[in-house]
């Protein structure tokens, strides 16, 4: 009895209908649709990381008197006016400097090793310590909370450490807003969009900030834990869809 071989190319002319194997499909169809997904999905991401940094801005003003509590920068300058002044606020200030260094420096070194889920695992710490700081808030130690606070920020400000550039300096208003001038001097409107975008996020961010803080007082931060949560799981979703979690392209996708 005559046994009849498949042909190299019968199988080939196969892969075109898709009957041959899905390995074929998966490499020319399916694998750019996961890239694009996953890449729209980073900068949702970044999106959402940004308006949390204003999220906590805002209520790092409002409740602290005057602090920024995801802005080291502008923190800084608080203290160095405040010690000038001689008021109390540059030990909250100094502090708040401090605490948000050493939740960049011990976040940093939770997750080195985390290859795949590692922005969903920065997103968890930032929200645990959110949580605690809500906590420390609601029973009565003021200082405490600014710390955690503080810490929970430098948490989130790890989310794109191993991204491209434009992903890593999201949640600095004032790089995006240097990035957005730049793109207008040079007249390149299209890459100007980005910059805009990410500080009008952290804008909208802080309005929201402001809002929940006038209309439930400390259990707003409460609602910026709930908020750094959702952003941890809308990671992991991101992260699956990759096969590596290996650094992004150069514009930041």
Known sequence: ????????????????RGGCSVEARTGTL????????????????????????????????????????????????????ALADGGRIALHAGGAVLALLAGVVLTSLMTGRSTRFRR?????????????????????????AILLIA???GAAHCVFERDAEPLRDT???????????????????????????FWFAFVVGGMLGAGAWYLAGRWALALAAGLAFCAAIGAQQIERLRSNDGPSNPNGA
């Not at 997904?37 to 970044?46: D, H, I, K, Y």
């Not at 969903?120 to 130690?141: E, I, K, M, N």
């Not at 995006?176 to 975008?197: H, I």
């Open 171 to 197: 949640l600095l208003p004032s790089v995006q807003a240097v990035r957005l001038g730049e793109a207008l001097a040079a007249g390149r409107l299209r890459e100007a969009r980005r910059p805009l975008s």
């Open 120 to 144: 969903s695992l920065v997103l968890l710490v930032a929200g645990l310590l959110l949580s605690c700081g809500f906590f420390l808030l609601y029973a009565g130690p003021t200082y405490g």
């Open 30 to 81: 399916t694998m750019p649709i996961v890239q694009a997904l996953s890449q729209r999905g980073l900068l949702r991401l970044a999106f959402a990381a940004t308006a949390l940094a204003g999220f906590a801005d805002a209520l790092g003003f409002l409740a602290f008197g005057g602090l920024f509590l995801a802005s080291p920068d502008a923190n800084s300058i608080v203290a160095a006016v």
């Open 151 to 153: 810490a929970a920020m």
């Open 1 to 16: 009895m005559r046994t009849r071989s498949r042909s190299p190319s019968s199988c080939s002319s196969r892969h075109e």
